[in-house]
């Protein structure tokens, strides 16, 4: 398992949270992991944007399986979700592939805390760009729960070596900020940070 040295900040990332929530305001709600929760989910915040840890991640857009466009501000608005976790995915990834179920079991024990997940599919097989065929095919063969979307633009192999697939990132969605990144599979980390920030 290849896992970049981003990887290594994870005992950081912790407990940089940890301390968010120590600090937050003692708003007697019990809000958790220092997220602001009360952050105007219409308006993104402003750049510069970049998807390394603690900056703003950039709204980029993808299309959905059935064709329609989403695209992060639009996740961002729905107030229910509180943590955003990208996972890129190609049909030629032998860790991306193994590391689906993990992301589904990830998702059905945090998304009622807060949790959306998104997978971008960027590649066939023969190492082409997928289409939306592509993301309803990946959803379908490996029945994950979370929406996946294709990037035939590739717009996020801008931000890592795709060669090093698959590129996991957590973001606070009330910030828009990066909280985690590492490239190569490991959901156990990320289910370890995500149980923190939920």
């Known amino acids: 398992?290849?896992?970049?040295?981003?990887?290594?900040?994870?005992?950081?990332?912790?407990?940089g949270a940890l301390l968010s929530t120590a600090c937050g305001d003692d708003d007697g709600g019990g809000s958790s992991a220092g997220l602001n929760n009360d952050a105007d989910r219409t308006v993104y915040p402003e750049g510069p944007y970049g998807a390394q840890i603690n900056q703003v991640f950039p709204n980029l857009t993808f299309s959905q399986a059935d064709g329609?466009?989403?695209?992060?501000?639009?996740?961002?608005?729905?107030?229910?979700?509180?943590?955003?976790?990208?996972?890129?995915?190609a049909f030629w990834c032998g860790a991306c592939i193994e590391?689906?179920?993990?992301?589904?079991?990830?998702?059905?024990?945090?998304?009622?805390?807060?949790?959306?997940?998104?997978?971008?599919?960027?590649?066939?097989?023969?190492?082409?760009?997928?289409?939306?065929?592509?993301?309803?095919?990946?959803?379908?063969?490996?029945?994950?729960?979370?929406?996946?979307?294709a990037d035939p633009a590739g717009v996020l192999t801008g931000y890592y070596d795709p060669t090093l697939s698959p590129l996991n990132i957590l973001i606070d969605l009330s910030s828009m900020k990066v909280n985690y990144r590492s490239q190569g599979a490991d959901v156990d980390a990320i289910r370890q940070l995500v149980d923190t920030l939920l």
Request: charged share 20%; proline share 8%.
């Open 1 to 15: 398992m290849f896992v970049t040295v981003d990887r290594l900040l994870l005992p950081l990332a912790i407990a």
């Open 68 to 89: 329609t466009p989403v695209d992060i501000a639009s996740i961002r608005q729905d107030p229910a979700n509180r943590v955003l976790f990208i996972n890129t995915a």
């Open 99 to 149: 590391e689906q179920p993990a992301i589904a079991a990830l998702y059905n024990d945090f998304a009622g805390a807060g949790l959306e997940v998104l997978v971008t599919v960027f590649e066939k097989e023969d190492g082409t760009p997928a289409d939306v065929a592509d993301a309803s095919r990946w959803q379908t063969a490996y029945s994950v729960p979370f929406p996946v979307v």
